[in-house]
């Protein structure tokens, strides 16, 4: 309002101006105008940069007319306040300096399975445009703080205890996370804000349950171990039994096959190699009582 103050004060200068300045009124009172003009025009003319809008107040009375980026022609008695409507985040974390709160920020929820779970997240939210005036009447520039805090901790907390701790923690982290997100969107959607994206950063699991994942995860890669060894030695124990089938099968097919005739046949051959053989010593072992033994022990032929 101080240019309202500077404005009257031109306006009673120019009306002054022949007692003040004499003879050089008139060359002040154009002085005067062009000044008068040019605080007008500052008043009136407004730019809004990227990113952002702003909401206009008239004697305390908020306008329902948004100021968009570039520029735009205004009452030159209203107060602006300007808001962002660019991709903002909010975070909540145990990490001392990560979270928007400083200190151990992180949403706390209780499983089905009755679980305390400290939670790390971030929201990725953007105002409305359309709905900045209503934000500001109704909630003021803070609405982070007064609006997107509460229904996000209720949100979770809500999604939360429908899911026991190891679902949470493991198997189904991402879907539970798009379940707080569209809780949240829900919430959020007639308060000017909407939420582009909830992120479930980390589930910050108490020790002693932790201490007991890690000891079930050993026990299972210990069974697992046992699973792989019992079936590796079922499998060599088939392999045995089909090769001492395989050993089984060729000793009777042998079997069958030497007959009288086959050996009798059999024992000439060798018979014949021997005589042929460089080795002077011939020995016949009799297979009946037709063929006696011949031993030839001589050296030379």
């Not at 060599?236 to 007959?259: C, D, F, M, P, S």
């Amino acid at each position: 309002m101080s240019i309202i103050v500077i404005l009257a004060i031109l306006v009673i200068l120019y009306f002054q101006a022949k007692n003040l300045f004499g003879d050089k009124a008139k060359l002040a009172r154009m002085g005067i105008i062009l000044l008068l003009i040019i605080g007008l025009l500052s008043q009136t003319i407004k730019v809004v940069p990227p990113g952002r809008v702003k909401v206009q107040d008239l004697f305390g009375e908020v306008k329902e007319r948004v100021l968009y980026s570039g520029l735009n022609f205004v009452n030159p008695l209203v107060n602006l306040h300007e808001m962002s409507i660019r991709t903002q985040e909010y975070t909540m974390s145990s990490k001392t300096y990560e979270g928007s709160i400083s200190g151990d920020d992180a949403i706390k929820g209780l499983s089905s399975d009755g679980i305390l779970l400290p939670m790390d997240i971030t929201c990725l939210f953007h105002l409305i445009p359309d709905k900045a005036p209503e934000v500001f009447s109704k909630v003021g520039l803070d609405y982070e703080t007064k609006v997107i805090r509460p229904v996000l901790k209720t949100s979770i907390r809500e999604v939360v205890s429908n899911y026991p701790m190891e679902e949470i923690y493991s198997s189904k982290r991402d879907s539970i996370a798009m379940a707080m997100k569209i809780r949240s969107v829900e919430k959020l959607k007639n308060r000017g804000v909407f939420i582009e994206d909830l992120l479930l950063r980390d589930v910050n699991l108490p020790k002693e349950v932790e201490r007991a994942i890690n000891d079930k995860k050993t026990e299972q890669q210990r069974l697992q171990k046992m699973v792989y060894t019992l079936q590796k030695e079922k499998k060599e124990k088939e392999r045995k039994i089909i090769e001492a089938q395989g050993i089984k099968e060729k000793n009777r097919t042998i079997a069958e096959g030497l007959t009288d005739q086959y050996l009798q046949w059999y024992k000439i051959d060798m018979m014949k190699k021997l005589i042929d053989s460089p080795n002077n010593t011939v020995i016949f072992i009799p297979m009946g009582e037709e063929i006696s033994p011949i031993i030839d022990a001589g050296v030379g032929n």
